[in-house]
């Protein structure tokens, strides 16, 4: 019949309107695009051993080594349809502190990390809770987040933000190649309440659901 179903129609609709990484201002925080001038800030970030201690990659050894994450991970995706790779920024200055961001493969994972001498304010927090309704209204069905057992302060961020606690599993982290037990959590975002993300499940022989205090 040549008819598009309304959601098909839908979905096409948000695609459209869909932009990459568009600027998000909160109470406290810009969250913007990196650019090419936020090298030395980004090499501040990531240089830090106790700030990349559980991030799936080594702390950044050279501004050189910096500049080529830059690149890789930030200036190279901003070419892509979509996406959320943010810097996130204080109000009144546009150096970046930390970065946000949420992946667009199926996991839709949300990542991020923050300089350590901004920890404990909150800032994370506030600038996922903007991710998070940006993606909701761009459509994007759920989010997911990890979280090595060893850092349960990443856990906290991600239980103030709403995300619920599914299951646990053992990977091989590369590359730093030892192994890690993470928590994965999740946020559905479309009203099915009941979906869980299981490929983390399938893929590890070892996973399980940890029994968790319920906090009142």
């Not at 790779?85 to 199926?106: D, F, H, T, W």
Request: hydrophobic letters at 30%.
């Amino acid at each position: 019949s040549g008819l598009i179903p309304l959601d098909k129609k839908q979905k096409e609709r948000e695609k459209m309107k869909r932009e990459n990484t568009p600027e998000l201002v909160t109470e406290r925080l810009i969250l913007r695009k990196f650019t090419e001038e936020d090298r030395e800030a980004l090499y501040e970030i990531l240089k830090d051993e106790e700030v990349n201690r559980f991030l799936p990659w080594f702390p950044a050894a050279s501004l050189e080594a910096a500049e080529t994450f830059l690149k890789e991970h930030y200036l190279d995706s901003y070419k892509k349809e979509s996406g959320y790779q943010y810097a996130i920024c204080l109000k009144g200055e546009n150096r970046p502190v930390g970065y946000i961001g949420v992946s667009m493969e199926e996991s839709h994972d949300l990542g991020y990390g923050l300089r350590k001498e901004y920890w404990n304010q909150g800032i994370v927090t506030e600038a996922g809770r903007a991710v998070i309704e940006q993606a909701r209204k761009d459509g994007i069905p759920y989010l997911t987040a990890t979280h090595d057992v060893k850092n349960p302060a990443s856990g906290a961020v991600m239980e103030k933000l709403g995300m619920s606690y599914q299951y646990s599993y053992e990977e091989l982290c590369q590359p730093k190649n030892f192994l890690v037990t993470f928590r994965l959590y999740q946020m559905n975002l479309d009203g099915q309440t009941e979906r869980m993300f299981r490929k983390y499940w399938e893929q590890s022989e070892v996973h399980f659901v940890e029994e968790r205090e319920e906090k009142t």
